[in-house]
């Protein structure tokens, strides 16, 4: 998000995050769950003005899905077990509950860093929270 609009403070720097990223040789993960909230958030007109429009929001999606380094987290069999479990370790309720689901699927397919700005995942252990610099 904060890398396809410019108005963002963080802008500059999560675009040289995923520059880094795609001119890396390490493979890199973005959650399922995670393309949906993004074209939720940046298409809608009461959290940005203009918002984007479907089609620019997923081409800058596609720009990342599609590149050789990306993979796309999907749930697999054990993702209710690694729910479960998120949820209870940090009492998850309400909006922290989008944060547990991404935690789940990341521990099931083995990721253990997750580069955010979103604080709430260093709640969650067994991570390297990695922030924007």
Not at 63 to 74: D, Q, R, S, Y
């Amino acid at each position: 998000m904060y890398a396809h609009r410019q108005e963002f403070s963080h802008h500059v720097a999560a675009l040289s995050a995923l520059r880094d990223l795609a001119e890396g040789e390490a493979q890199w993960a973005i959650p399922v769950f995670v393309l949906a909230e993004f074209v939720r958030i940046v298409t809608h007109p009461s959290v940005l003005r203009p918002p984007s429009t479907p089609g620019l929001a997923i081409a800058a999606l596609d720009a990342l899905v599609m590149h050789p380094g990306a993979v796309v987290l999907n749930p697999g069999d054990r993702f209710w077990e690694f729910f479960r479990e998120a949820v209870i370790e940090e009492r998850a309720t309400g909006n922290l509950t989008f944060d547990a689901q991404i935690v789940a699927v990341c521990r099931e397919q083995g990721v253990d860093e997750i580069l955010t700005e979103d604080r709430d995942f260093a709640r969650f252990s067994g991570f390297n929270v990695r922030r924007l610099r």
